[in-house]
């Protein structure tokens, strides 16, 4: 199979119409809402309440045996150790004893010893009954000292032993007590630990990335109002970040701008940005072509040109630029904020980008050869005391991927200016919303696809409100 | 100004929230998917009144299965693995199906100027779709979830357990098998 071919097949998968969701349907949806989350709410409190008061018993009695055992280790003889020791390699046998053998073996023990098993076996007990997360196996949370040391071992020091010894660390019990010993202290600290629905924690490397994103964000901030400061507009198309900032406010201050406010073009730049890289030539220039991003009916494509300027100082006079739509391939085309009145400049000013767009109407049938439209910037080269011409075409393939599949400055930009038309009244402001909560995912270091997700949203909940906000 | 939460983080919080039987929660998750849900499902079944049916069995389930939701994958991945799973069930129950030739009931409500056109009319679209629902399951999944749910290439992977580059081989795949099906010709 051809590229021609995948090309026509992926155009028409990706321009599958679909009307908008009926009235009432999210209404629908939310009126299921309330039985399960009820019903599912209480269940998991009730569990999570009961999991946590199970732990915290099982620590406290652990914490009193312990205790207890600790102090009758202290009060004891070293004979009585001696005695304990024998007892305990005649109970712990490798042969997995069972608790009623452990039992008997103990109720066979001296009297005297019968105080610190009990002990030990209440603890087995508690263990085993209070414990609410096991997995049958019964699970001692304290273990017996060991026996061949003639000083009085610490509790710390009588688990590490448990662990060590030569006796019983196979069967159930005392198996147990080898893995699964762990100090009061940590018992507690399970104890006050929620075990269902950990709230996830910001990563580290997500707030590093942020962090980072913020100050890029700044940087670019700083630089676009440099723009600003020498000139609104550039090949008549408005650059001027100001626009989108004095919208935001508006929507945060809840009201809708008015449509008379909204500069598109501003909002087309203003998203499109920098370029993610800093370009190695002083002048560059992108050429992009994609379907549109939302209400992908017809053959509506999106053509978008972004002139880059990464030096700091003025390296190109007189530039002019030129978009020349193929009419062999086009049937209607608009610009979205371009004036081509307007299409030179004495100078391009350094430090920045310029973004036009035009949306498209392309004729059935095209060739995924065809020419679309071409778009020449002329300028004079400070630098090198020249004239130099940078030519792109678009062609039919540009146009047969999904939006999806362009880049994200593309994405940003077409999206910018379709949202700022349903600032203005234009419909389908639900898909935009969705559209860029997309982007914002994709690219979370992105900032300003993060403001493009998040005010499309607050936009598209005023759907319906006459706009009021003063803007630019 | 800045958010101080990444998108992905944010969802974190909206599915604890959800979890913890917050209502305004999950009737915000509804706001954000229901309609790309829809046009996923219309996309898939060419009926709007039945997309809007299965949109809605959609999200009953998901609030059943959302304990199960591990986060590995974006949320509305997820909600897409329900609403496909959920189309699929609906055309194989019996005395139910949904006849792949039934043509689109596509209601139109569109302000934009008139020289928009359709792409294709409904007969059209609807020999597209049954070319696709006629794939194996494994590339009419990745098809339907790239192109008409908007699945970018790397969620499909994480869902379906492949690789990204698995993925772009079902999709070439799938797309010689649709050429044969649906008789392609460069114009």
């Known amino acids: 199979m051809n590229s021609n071919r995948k090309a026509d097949i992926q155009r028409r998968l990706a321009l599958a119409s679909v009307p908008k969701p009926p009235e009432g349907l999210a209404d629908r949806i939310k009126a299921d809402i309330p039985k399960y989350l009820k019903a599912t709410g209480n269940d998991r409190q009730r569990h999570s309440r009961s999991i946590s008061l199970n732990l915290r018993v099982a620590a406290s009695f652990l914490l009193l045996i312990s205790a207890v055992f600790t102090a009758v280790q202290l009060m004891s003889p070293e004979e009585e150790m001696q005695s304990m020791k024998t007892v305990a390699t005649a109970t712990y046998s490798p042969a997995s004893p069972s608790l009623p053998e452990l039992q008997r073996a103990i109720a066979a023990a001296p009297q005297e010893e019968v105080r610190v098993e009990i002990a030990e076996e209440a603890a087995a007990s508690v263990a085993m009954t209070r414990t609410g997360e096991t997995d049958g196996a019964p699970v001692l949370a304290h273990a017996a000292p060991p026996r061949a040391r003639r000083d009085m ?11 060590n010894a030569e006796v019983g660390v196979t069967g159930n019990l005392v198996g147990r007590v080898a893995e699964a010993a762990p100090p009061p202290a940590q018992m507690a600290d399970v104890a006050g630990v929620t075990p269902t629905f950990p709230a996830a924690a910001p990563a580290p490397q997500a707030a590093r990335r942020e962090a980072a994103a913020t100050a890029a964000f700044s940087k670019e901030a700083k630089a676009a109002d440099s723009v600003a400061a020498s000139g609104d507009t550039i090949f008549g198309i408005s650059v001027d970040p100001a626009v989108f900032h004095r919208i935001k406010a508006t929507l945060e201050q809840g009201e809708r701008p008015s449509a008379d406010s909204v500069n598109i073009a501003a909002l087309v730049n203003y998203f499109a940005g920098a370029p993610a890289r800093k370009p190695r030539r002083d002048v560059t220039l ?10 992908v009916e017809g053959r509506r494509g999106m053509v978008r040109f972004t002139i880059d300027t990464p030096a700091a100082k003025v390296v190109a006079k007189n530039a002019t630029i030129e978009i ?149 | 100004m800045t958010e101080q939460v990444s998108p992905a983080g944010e969802e974190r919080k909206l599915l604890a929230a959800i979890r913890a039987g917050d209502t305004v929660a999950a009737e915000e998750l509804v706001e954000r998917t229901y309609s790309a849900v829809f046009a996923s499902l219309c996309r898939l079944c060419g009926d709007s009144d039945l997309a809007a049916d299965l949109t809605q069995e959609t999200f009953q389930k998901a609030w059943a299965a959302l ?54 009319d409904a007969e059209e679209a609807s020999h597209l779709r049954e070319a696709v629902m006629r794939l194996p399951e494994d590339l009419r999944f990745t098809v339907t979830a790239h192109f008409w749910g908007g699945l970018p290439v790397k969620e499909i992977a994480e869902i379906e357990r492949i690789t990204t580059v698995a993925i772009r081989k079902r999709l070439h795949k799938a797309f010689s098998i649709l050429e044969g099906m649906l008789g392609e010709e460069v114009r």
């Open chain 1, 324 to 472: 020349d739509i193929n009419h062999a391939a086009v049937t209607t085309f608009r610009p979205i904020g371009v004036d081509p009145a307007a299409a030179a400049e004495d100078a391009l000013p350094g430090s920045t980008s310029i973004t036009g767009l035009y949306e498209v109407e392309l004729r059935p049938g095209i060739s995924a050869r065809e020419r679309v439209a071409t778009v020449t910037l002329r300028y004079h080269s400070v630098n090198e005391n020249r004239e130099r011409v940078i030519r792109k075409e678009l062609r039919g393939r540009d146009f047969a991927g999904a939006w999806t599949a362009a880049s994200r400055r593309h994405r940003l930009a077409s999206l910018g200016a379709v949202w700022g038309e349903t600032l203005k009244g234009a419909a389908s402001e639900a898909e935009v919303a969705r559209r860029a909560e997309e982007l914002a995912t994709q690219s979370p270091d992105d900032s300003r696809a993060r403001e493009l997700s998040r005010l499309a949203a607050v936009s598209s909940r005023m759907r319906g409100t006459p706009g009021t906000g003063s803007g630019g």
């Open chain 2, 67 to 120: 304990a199960g939701f591990d986060g590995r994958s974006q949320l509305f991945t997820w909600l897409y693995r329900i609403a496909y799973t959920t189309f699929l069930n609906h055309i194989r129950r019996p005395r139910r199906m949904t006849s792949l030739d039934e043509p689109d009931a596509i209601d139109v409500r569109d302000e934009r100027p008139p020289a928009d056109e359709q792409l294709a």
């Open chain 1, 153 to 163: 071992p610490t509790v710390e020091e009588a688990e590490r032993a448990i662990q």
């Open chain 1, 286 to 295: 992108e050429v992009e072509g994609s379907p549109v991003p939302v209400g």
